[in-house]
């Protein structure tokens, strides 16, 4: 059921957004060639839909909050050159350093360090701001100083670098910040367990409810054996904030945070996360692509498009693709029949399938009367079989109206935002409609399978005493068992 219930739900899109499609890997994420023809495919798509339809891999990456390149002792000479920028009076130069160094820090994979070099670069950041004449933003200097005194309570600023004007107001948003009334931050992840760290500071683990000072920019990371999440910068106001994290979903993107999400072979998981990807990044449209080797000769490459705005798959065509690679031409007709859905020569809608040896003629079965025993298990399999046709479509009526029911509940929780008091009573009912949805759609889908089992075992039963001859390979010729009829 959690399947479909993710943060990143289906209506999170961002109005402003101008990129409508993406392409993403699927399988192992490690595979060079998978991600090469993710690259070609996503050139193709751009050069047909035209520049900026297409997200390419940069754009993915600063999406996803890239994890930092930079070291430790880089980030502390970028914050130093910021400080000397700011004393020389380069204010712009020293902005332009200083965010960079923020923008760096938010992104740091461990988080030791960050509110030691995010209080150093916040601190020059706001001196710079106030200082700068062509500027004079007091109220973005007081937000930079509110950072640092919610990092840390107790700073002393180096008094040296202060105006007395500058040091008043330092202690009146000391004062201010120590006054502010806490808001609540929950935290929940799936699986649950996982520690949760704002600011680069452990508070807990999930399920986790806590309460902290409110700041436009806190960042918060979740991690649990191995795994860790997106990270990821909340907006905790007066309201508070709820947060709720996949982690299993987050773990398996990229670590790069290339264009890829590692997989296995459940179509209806991949399904999941082409949602998820596409709703993160803010995109209508995903191209599934899949690497499927074979142990002789080629490989089927597969492209699938997603509309992400109700979880359903448009349509799937692939094709052949040697070990070197897949050819220009190739990836170029997999394009056009991504776009238009028209298929060619060489792009299929279904991977080829081997040809059956045909059975010789003169051992073709002969038809037969049924004998007498068997005569009312043909009707019990035609019976079987429609109630399985019957609750297969009713278990996928209401697997769709619970994709719905989730995709309603999570708008309320799109980027990073928390429902109000007065939607909570919506939301929960919004939830337990979901629940009750999914659970009747696995009721329908198990009964038809049941019912499809015992369909086929009935029209065995009753086709014993008709069974055809089974054909084996023997050396130069063929062994034929069975029960025959000569004209």
């Not at 919610?150 to 201010?176: G, W």
């Not at 992400?308 to 394009?335: C, F, M, W, Y």
């Not at 999570?410 to 939301?427: D, H, K, M, Q, W």
Request: proline share 6%.
């Amino acid at each position: 059921m959690r399947l479909a219930c993710c943060l990143w739900a289906l209506v999170a899109f961002e109005a402003a957004a101008a990129k409508r499609l993406v392409v993403m890997g699927t399988g192992d994420c490690r595979d060079g060639e998978l991600m090469l023809q993710v690259r070609q495919l996503s050139d193709a798509l751009s050069a047909r839909l035209g520049a900026g339809a297409v997200m390419d891999e940069q754009d993915v990456r600063r999406r996803l909050g890239l994890t930092s390149s930079r070291g430790v002792d880089d980030l502390e000479r970028q914050i130093e050159t910021g400080r000397r920028k700011y004393l020389e009076a380069q204010y712009g130069e020293a902005e332009q350093i200083l965010q960079d160094a923020i923008a760096e820090i938010e992104r740091l994979p461990v988080p030791d360090d960050y509110a030691r070099l995010r209080v150093a670069a916040e601190e020059v950041r706001a001196l710079n701001m106030r200082s700068n004449p062509a500027t004079r933003n007091t109220s973005l200097g007081d937000d930079a100083f509110r950072v640092v005194l919610s990092l840390m309570p107790d700073y002393q600023p180096n008094i040296d670098y202060y105006s007395p004007s500058t040091r008043r107001r330092f202690e009146e948003l000391r004062q201010e910040v120590k006054r502010a009334k806490k808001v609540p931050l929950v935290v929940k992840s799936t699986p649950p367990g996982a520690t949760v760290f704002v600011d680069g500071a452990k508070v807990g683990v999930t399920p986790y409810s806590g309460t902290h000072l409110p700041g436009p920019r806190r960042v918060m990371l979740v991690t649990k054996g191995g795994a860790t999440s997106l990270p990821r910068v909340v907006d905790v106001r007066d309201e508070g904030a709820s947060v709720v994290v996949d982690l299993e979903f987050e773990a398996a993107i990229h670590p790069d945070r290339k264009p890829c999400v590692a997989s296995g072979d459940d179509e209806k998981a991949r399904l999941s996360s082409a949602v998820k990807f596409g709703a993160l990044l803010g995109v209508s449209e995903v191209v599934v692509l899949r690497l499927d080797r074979q142990r002789v000769g080629p490989s089927w490459l597969e492209a699938s498009l997603v509309q992400v705005h109700g979880a359903q798959k448009i349509r799937t065509g692939g094709l052949k693709v040697n070990d070197t690679g897949s050819p220009l031409e190739g990836i170029d007709e997999l394009a056009a029949f991504t776009v238009t859905g028209e298929p060619t020569a060489r792009v299929l809608t279904a991977p080829p399938q081997l040809d059956a040896a045909p059975v010789p003629t003169a051992l073709a079965p002969q038809p037969g009367a049924l004998p007498a025993s068997s005569g009312w298990m043909r009707p019990g399999a035609y019976a079987s079989g429609g109630v399985a046709a019957a609750a297969l479509v009713l278990g996928a009526v209401f697997q769709l109206q619970a994709l719905g029911s989730w995709g309603e509940y999570e708008s309320y929780y799109a980027n990073g935002r928390v429902p109000t008091a007065e939607e909570a009573a919506a939301v929960n009912q919004i939830e337990s409609r979901a629940g009750q949805q999914q659970l009747l759609a696995v009721g329908g889908f198990g009964l038809a399978a049941l019912a499809g089992a015992a369909s086929a075992v009935l029209w065995w039963k009753s086709s014993g005493d008709s069974e055809g001859p089974t054909v084996q390979p023997s050396g130069d010729g063929v062994v034929a068992s069975g029960r025959f009829s000569w004209p």
